[in-house]
């Protein structure tokens, strides 16, 4: 794809995340109770596998990409980390900003708009952070995984970790649109498609009663090998990988709520057929050079370091992907 494609991408995306801010802000959104009580929760994976990835987060620097509107990046500075979120909505920034202030952690909590392949020169900060963070719904609105991969491993100190939550790609190969005489998901999408997955579809995963202007996207499925060789070749070593039986939206009409075998629920239906998510959790082993932006050039090639390496660029948001084909959660580019 050119650069004017990507860009044309990009703009589709950043209409309806703008959107969404608003949406998911607003009742019948996100619940933002126990945050704005000072009691920030993520979901019971999530909190099971950080402790385990990460440890104690206070006194810890930490970098939240694909952040939308800040709710967890607030969460996890509520437990005493320094954060800065990075996202593409300048709805979502101002909204997050804003948010940081009600809650007394402005001063704890840092919010960068940009493209997450511009992050590099936009936060700076090479070598910074303890921690990275990307979770749900992020690498599926990014048409360069491997770019992603070293847009975090240049954010990264020596030893530093990376923590990965994204729907699974063998599960996004299914939808409802396609769903059989049973009522059951059907086959949606190539699990090695990798040109971009175009939705017209205008209800949210969160607020299931919106109904959006901005109802286009377009988003990138990831083979989950594609995601590994990323990480492996930005010399970040894989401390785990797991697949998982639930997902913190309802990805297909037949899925009930309920927790995951991993944290001692109950799962839900259609779970023995299929993984639903997966975890990744990674350690920076060796600096390679500082990398640049990792947009492709007007030529359709990824841009190039000082020293001619090329610089792979970017990774897991275009917004949350809905039960319909690309993946809705929570953040774009």
Request: contains cysteine; proline residues 6%.
């Amino acid at each position: 794809m050119s650069g004017a494609d990507l860009e044309a991408i990009y703009a589709v995306n950043r209409r309806r995340w703008d959107e969404l801010v608003g949406v998911h802000m607003a009742p019948g959104g996100y619940d933002l109770a126990p945050l704005r009580v000072g009691a920030g929760r993520l979901n019971a994976l999530e909190e099971a596998e950080l402790a385990e990835a990460f440890g104690p987060l206070e006194g810890q620097r930490l970098i939240h990409l694909q952040c939308h509107f800040g709710a967890d990046t607030l969460t996890l500075a509520q437990r005493g980390a320094t954060v800065t979120g990075v996202d593409f909505s300048a709805e979502a920034v101002r909204a997050a900003e804003g948010l940081a202030s009600e809650l007394g952690l402005a001063g704890r909590a840092r919010f960068v708009r940009c493209n997450l392949y511009d992050a590099p020169a936009a936060v700076g900060e090479p070598g910074g952070f303890d921690l990275a963070f990307v979770t749900w719904g992020a690498i599926t609105w990014l048409p360069d995984i491997r770019g992603w991969a070293r847009v975090v491993a240049h954010f990264l100190r020596p030893g530093g970790r990376l923590y990965l939550a994204e729907g699974h790609p063998a599960a996004l190969v299914f939808d409802d649109l396609a769903a059989g005489p049973d009522g059951m998901p059907g086959w949606f999408a190539p699990y090695f498609a990798r040109a971009p997955i175009e939705m017209d579809q205008a209800d949210d995963y969160a607020n299931r009663e919106a109904v959006l202007e901005n109802s286009r996207e377009i988003g990138f499925l990831h083979p989950l090998g594609d995601v590994v060789a990323a990480l492996v070749e930005a010399r970040l070593g894989i401390r785990f990988l797991r697949e998982h039986d639930a997902v913190p939206w309802q990805m297909f009409r037949c899925l009930v709520e309920g927790q995951s075998r991993d944290v001692g629920g109950q799962p839900p239906r259609f779970t023995d057929r299929l993984r639903h998510s997966g975890s990744i959790a990674v350690n920076e082993l060796e600096r390679s050079g500082e990398p640049v932006s990792g947009r492709p050039d007007s030529n359709g090639q990824r841009a190039t370091g000082r020293t001619g390496e090329p610089v792979v660029g970017a990774l897991e948001s275009v917004g949350p992907q809905s039960s319909k084909g690309v993946q809705s959660g929570k953040d774009a580019v």
